[in-house]
């Protein structure tokens, strides 16, 4: 069973419209959890990291919330673009940074 | 600052032939660098780890001998997918992190093999 689950798997929004994806986490102990954007094709991009102590990380137009004793984080993508079609991956370390337990992604369509 | 780069940036051989991806970290130095193959609408599987001078670590179930894996220095890292088969067909990311920090990953390697 994969220790980082993802929801929803895909979802299609309209442009400028906000969307909220969830992550559910099991991995522990706990270290820090990061979401990244990958476009098709291309490789995983950091949009932001959190540790235990953060609750809530912005980067532009994505919120990322952290609740480290449920286990979940969530990232919310406000005024969606065109450009932020792409997977979302949330990704969970016990470690520091050597192992990585990687969620499947969501898959989100930004339509015009 | 921390840019990983891959090349090629994908490639097409026939089954049986051996093809070589190279990773390179462009502004600092990497102690560790990592590979990792992602089917479609599936996770990134982790497949090994190297440290620059020392074996690579392979995960469980990936071949050694069929994965060749060189960390030679400090910004480079290289995978030798040796005598090719369609079911090696995937995309390739390797990552690169130096002491203390986290990873950063390549571009990717698409490899379809005929």
């Known amino acids: 069973k994969n220790q980082v689950e993802q929801s929803p798997q895909s979802l299609i929004i309209l442009e400028g419209k906000n969307c909220t994806l969830q992550?559910?986490?099991?991995?522990?102990?706990?270290?820090?959890l990061r979401w990244y954007k990958q476009d098709t094709g291309r490789g995983p991009v950091s949009l932001t990291i959190?540790?235990?102590?953060?609750n809530t990380k912005s980067n532009g137009r994505y919120t990322a919330t952290l609740d480290a004793d449920t286990k979940q984080s969530s990232l919310h993508i406000t005024a969606s673009q065109l450009s932020d079609s792409a997977s979302y991956i949330c990704?969970?370390?016990?470690?520091?940074?050597?192992?990585?337990?990687f969620g499947k992604g969501n898959q989100v369509v930004v339509i015009p | 600052g921390a840019v990983v780069s891959q090349h090629p940036s994908w490639v097409i051989c026939k089954s049986g032939t051996s093809v070589k991806i190279e990773c390179r970290s462009l502004?600092?130095?990497?102690?560790?660098m990592f590979w990792y193959r992602q089917f479609p609408k599936q996770s990134l599987m982790l497949m090994a780890t190297?440290?620059?001078?020392?074996?690579?670590?392979?995960e469980q179930g990936v071949e050694k001998d069929k994965f060749l894996i060189n960390h030679a220095s400090l910004t480079l890292s290289t995978l030798t997918v040796t005598s090719a088969h369609p079911e090696d067909s995937s995309f390739y990311i390797c990552?690169?992190?130096?002491?203390?920090?986290?990873?950063?990953f390549g571009p990717g390697t698409r490899l379809t093999v005929t």
């Open positions: 992550c559910n986490y099991t991995v522990s102990p706990f270290s820090n």
């Open positions: 502004d600092f130095q990497a102690t560790t």
């Open positions: 190297s440290n620059e001078g020392s074996k690579a670590t392979y």
């Open positions: 959190m540790t235990f102590s953060e």
């Open positions: 990704v969970v370390s016990a470690d520091g940074n050597n192992r990585l337990a």
């Open positions: 990552s690169a992190r130096k002491q203390g920090d986290e990873q950063y």
